[in-house]
């Protein structure tokens, strides 16, 4: 009988067990503390916000082929869940791998207490962090500013509060060409930073906020390390096809060029609109410098090795040549063999003429080298992915 009582407990307990952990919960929603590390023998352990996004989940496959540690903190309010998965994935056809070195933590960057214990669970310890997370898109930082200095320079200002809690004093910062403006080209690290839209002013806030609480924390002798990295205009897909650009379908008319170019040809969308025609260009229209993500990916790995303590360095991140609108269209229809038919409208607030960087500096110092110089090639790799159906949608 007391067997029997025994075995109705244990049958009780077991499937509360089971209803009250789903599966989903532990391997998903929760910061999973990896148990089964018996030695660690990892490069480093890199925080990496923003790791479900674009260039944060290709960012994430290549420091796990470098050998690092990586958690990545997002709230998946506009990367993939699939970008998550495709991770998790490619880290079976790694074989050196000695252990599952990847722990995923969904938690909003405006949360300090949230962010705060991700970093105090992390075992080993964080070493490093690379600060992705943020939105993105001049057009809609026009339309809601406030949205962007919350989501941009308040949340990284949280990030920095929960770093010094955390005794984390090394940081890599997406920032952005926006942050210069309509300035004299090629861009230099030394060209004035006059942003012309919310977008690049709040990532020029948080480039302000990091300087200055690397100098507070080194007058307090605990020299902080930080490498500001100013993106130019970033496009292609992980040449193997494991990640790419996906926005989601709410964003897509936020989109970015290279996904609006792709919707056309693919006919998603009837026509390609480019705004503004009468720029003081050659052609009339805008002038970008276009890096491909797994070049800016590569930026990033060694300015981890190059993270000098007490020390606050910036580089720009293009490729140094800049393509108009209507010569990224040409080399969009090489690509997709499609003919896409183009709409004009008036320029969007915020834009500027042309920009491209000066890259001299990266190259020299950090001795980065960028593998994607064709811009067909670069996009080559984004139909790829687009073609393969993506994370498995039905946007082909
Ligand atoms: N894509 C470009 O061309 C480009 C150019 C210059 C700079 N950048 C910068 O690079 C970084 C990454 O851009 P991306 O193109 O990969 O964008 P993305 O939207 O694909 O990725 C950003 C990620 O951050 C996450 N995120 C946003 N707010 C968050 C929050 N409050 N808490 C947690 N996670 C949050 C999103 O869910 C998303 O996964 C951004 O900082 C962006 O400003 C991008």
Redesign the pocket.
């Known amino acids: 009988m007391l067997g029997l009582i025994c075995l109705a407990i244990t049958g009780i307990v077991l499937l509360g067990f089971v209803v009250l952990t789903p599966k989903a919960a532990t391997e998903d929603r929760t910061f999973l503390k990896d148990t089964g590390l018996e030695k660690d023998t990892a490069a480093g352990h890199i925080l990496v916000?923003?790791?479900?996004?674009?260039?944060?989940?290709?960012a994430v496959l290549r420091l796990l082929e470098e050998n690092y540690r990586v958690t990545v903190?997002?709230?998946?309010?506009?990367?993939?869940a699939e970008?998550i998965e495709a991770i998790r994935s490619a880290m079976d056809e790694m074989p050196n791998l000695p252990y599952r070195p990847f722990t995923y933590a969904?938690?909003?960057?405006?949360?300090r207490e949230a962010v705060l214990g991700v970093l105090r669970a992390a075992n080993p310890p964080i070493d490093t962090v690379i600060?992705?997370?943020?939105?993105?898109f001049v057009g809609e930082s026009v339309a809601r500013p406030l949205q962007y200095y919350?989501?941009?320079t308040m949340?990284t200002v949280t990030l920095l509060e929960a770093m010094e809690q955390a005794g984390i004093t090394r940081l890599i910062?997406?920032?952005?060409?926006?942050t210069y403006g309509n300035q004299k080209v090629p861009i230099t690290e030394k060209t004035p930073q006059v942003p012309t839209n919310p977008?690049g002013r709040a990532?020029l806030f948080s480039e302000y906020a990091i300087k200055d609480q690397s100098l507070a924390l080194n007058m307090a002798g605990e020299k902080f390390a930080a490498i500001l990295l100013?993106?130019?205009?970033?496009?292609g897909a992980d040449p193997k096809g494991r990640v790419g650009?996906q926005?989601r379908e709410e964003?897509r008319s936020q989109g970015?060029i290279s996904t609006a170019c792709f919707d056309a040809a693919s006919g998603v969308i009837p026509h390609l609109t480019i705004f503004g025609s009468d720029f003081p260009t050659p052609d009339g229209t805008c002038v970008r410098d276009y890096?491909h993500?797994s070049d800016?990916v590569d930026a990033h790995v060694k300015a981890l090795k190059a993270l000098k303590d007490g020390e606050v360095k910036v580089y720009n991140v293009g490729v140094g040549k800049g393509y108009s609108v209507k010569e990224f269209i040409n080399a969009c229809k090489t690509v997709t063999g499609a003919d896409i038919t183009v709409e004009k409208k008036d320029r969007r607030p915020g834009d500027y003429a042309e920009i491209f960087a000066d890259s001299t500096k990266v190259k020299k110092e950090l001795s980065w080298v960028p593998a994607f110089t064709d811009l067909s090639e670069s996009l080559a790799t984004a139909w790829a992915f687009r073609k393969k159906g993506g994370f498995g949608s039905t946007t082909t």
């Not at 916000?49 to 290709?58: Q, V």
């Open positions: 916000t923003g790791g479900a996004g674009y260039i944060g989940s290709h903190i997002d709230n998946l309010s506009r990367g993939n970008a969904e938690a909003d960057l405006s949360e600060h992705f997370a943020a939105v993105a919350h989501n941009i949340n910062y997406s920032s952005t060409c926006a977008y990532k100013r993106y130019f205009n970033v496009i650009e926005p964003l970015r890096i993500v800016l």
